[in-house]
């Protein structure tokens, strides 16, 4: 059973528009979402985080957005440029000390920027 | 800046050999993970440590052994490799301290089963 679910497995957005990743959960003890940003043949880097005690969280040209009641968080990339060509992995965890803070993630989405 | 390195960028080996992947951290974490990453899965936990000899099955143990006798290494071995332990693996590593914290991946290592 997937608790964190990445529907899109690609998505092509034009260079300067935005973009748009969306993720959906299921466990509704998830308290802590992340999004990672990942080159081929790289690890995933981190970029983004959000505590569920907010809705909305950002840092540059990223943004992400908690829907706590509709159980889904999306990353909002604006302007999008070429290097954000890669593939972005939502990640959850529930944030209790006897989970060791683990990450369930998704299948992950490969984000395309076209000139 | 937390840095994770692993062994190998790209290793071969045969069917039924003992494969270890070896992982280091620098930044005095004390969680540990190893995972593989397939095409259309994601990323699947494998083991996690969170402790010096410390250790926790993940979602997919089964054929994998791990080691940690020191806090910044952190070792993934295959018992007997299969074909069908081809894949991705990414170590990372974490804080404990202060709650959630990102983890912090190596650049993976691509290993082939012949």
């Known amino acids: 059973d997937q608790q964190v679910k990445q529907n899109s497995p690609s998505l092509s957005v034009q260079e300067g528009r935005i973009s748009i990743l969306n993720c959906d959960y299921t466990n509704s003890m998830f308290d802590y979402f992340l999004w990672y940003k990942k080159y081929p043949a790289e690890g995933p880097t981190f970029l983004i985080s959000i505590s569920s005690i907010k809705d909305k969280n950002e840092d540059g040209r990223f943004t992400v957005f908690l829907n706590k009641s509709a159980k889904h968080l999306s990353l909002h990339i604006v302007p999008s440029q070429p290097g954000d060509s890669a593939v972005y992995f939502c990640?959850?965890?529930?944030?209790?000390?006897?989970?060791?803070?683990?990450?369930?993630w998704g299948a992950g989405t490969k984000l395309i920027i076209k000139p | 800046d937390v840095k994770v390195t692993q062994s190998s960028r790209y290793l071969v080996k045969r069917t039924g050999e003992k494969v270890f992947l070896e992982c280091v951290q620098d930044m005095d974490h004390e969680n540990m993970f190893w995972y593989r990453q397939d095409p259309g899965l994601g990323l699947r936990l494998i083991y996690f440590s969170y402790d010096v000899k410390m250790k926790e099955k993940g979602d997919i143990p089964e054929g994998y052994s791990v080691s940690r006798e020191k806090k910044e290494r952190f070792s993934l071995i295959l018992e007997s490799a299969s074909t069908n332990q081809t894949s991705m693996y990414l170590c990372?590593?974490?804080?404990?301290?202060?709650?959630?914290?990102?983890?912090?991946f190596g650049d993976g290592t691509r290993l082939s089963i012949l």
């Open positions: 990372a590593s974490s804080s404990a301290k202060g709650g959630n914290q990102p983890q912090h």
């Open positions: 990640a959850a965890s529930e944030g209790r000390v006897d989970s060791n803070y683990q990450l369930i």
